[in-house]
């Protein structure tokens, strides 16, 4: 890692005394976190903490008690080593936004533990996330603005509030969403935790890397439970927690980068659940159902309907977790033509992988979008027509009008068309024809050479609907 850097004329701010804090604290997270996912997972029936899973044959209950386990280890290892250090009185401008940060996720767990015993209504959710978001705001972790190259756009506190909301908001949420299979959440976190620690160590943020050590350390100690089969599930306490502190430690991490593309780096790192929910999103819209509606449509239900194992599909979506991580640390380097390469490519693979995934309700929109287009000439020729009509009621010869009729069908694809007089027999023979339109081979719309043919026959139809009257006939 320190090549890559020094081959894109960069260092990373680490001196060795800080190294050795970062190495203890995730030593330690690990350990703390093993030993403290055990005991918890032998508490969580008393706690009521458990949940039955439904695709194994032997439903055992399973505890979901992961994600209190993480923040515990978070909450005990962190400000131990932390005071130990002597660093407690540095830093003091990381010191406030990471503080909110991990105040809002205090709050997630406390929602997530009532939710895992009672289950919420998602409004109820999403009003807690709301309110947390917004104190993180207000206590100075938000979005401010981005440098640009020359100077730096400070936002409006109106639209910094709004962004701020939306994207703790939309974190939380994605890592609920995405955590429905043994490993998936734990594995995206852990890849962009990984991801924020070089990008913060980079950026000489001393205190906010060595939050993201602790939280490595603390994840992993719970993967070590949750890697298929799990015996410990993440729950709603972890998963609301642990996207929420993501979201807030990635916003502070991207605040003090130098580029307007550094500010994307949570958000490619943290790639995999916002795919999943922006999928999640637009399946549920199509089926003209609510966003918030449940379903087994996420990306590793897709991928264990392909008949992937548990672990395999863990071990596919850790990997492309961990590709979004790496791409991540491209956007703080200054060589914008290396960027637009890989994130090329990155795309292109996406997109295949899409395709792999044989989502039915992407499969039935693009074959609508096809059906559209085919019949996108139709709108074409509708409007021609529609206009033609229009002149024609205010035309007062009806030879004239016919004629105009004529020319709005050479701006069509149409090669015939008749105007007939319907006869009191049920038999089209009895019809008479009153006027003909004809393109002449080879002639194409909009461009009809030789001239297309018209007959017009008014004075049959006058005669015929004459001869209709004085026998009693029906005319249309």
Known sequence: ??????????????????????GLAFVAATI?????????????PTLGLTETPRHRPARRPVAKVGGIGIFLTIALVGPALWFLSGEWSLHMLERGPVLAVLGGAVAMVALGIWDDREELRPRVKLAFQVLAATAVWWAGARFAGFAVPGGHVELFAPTSLLVTVFWFVALTNAFNLVDGADGVAGGAALTATLAMFVVSM?????????????????????LFYNFPPATVYLGDAGSLSL???????????????????????P??????????TGLAIVRRLIRGESIAARDLGHIHHRLTKLGHSPRKVALLLFGVSALLALASLLLITPDLRLIGIAYT?????????????????LLELRRAIARGLRRSSNIGQNVALREALDTMAGMEDAREALEELGRAFERTDFLEAEIRLIGSSDERESDRVVWRWKRPRGAVMGNGVPEPSQVIDLATARESRDGRDEGGGRGD
């Open 202 to 222: 980079y950026l000489g943020q001393t205190l906010v890397a060595f939050v993201l050590a602790v939280i490595t350390g603390a994840v992993i100690g719970f």
């Open 267 to 276: 958000v490619v790192s943290l790639g995999l659940p916002l795919l999943d």
């Open 345 to 361: 490519v990155l795309g292109i693979v996406a997109f295949i992988g899409l395709q792999r995934l044989h989502v039915p309700e």
């Open 32 to 44: 703390v976190g093993l030993f403290l996912t055990a005991g918890l997972r032998h508490v969580a």
């Open 243 to 265: 996207g929420f502190l993501l979201a807030g430690v990635g916003l502070v991490t991207s605040s003090k980068a130098a580029t307007l593309l550094a500010v994307a780096i």
């Open 1 to 22: 890692m320190d090549r890559f850097f020094a081959a894109q004329g960069m260092h990373l701010a680490a001196p060795e005394s800080h190294a050795i804090l970062f």
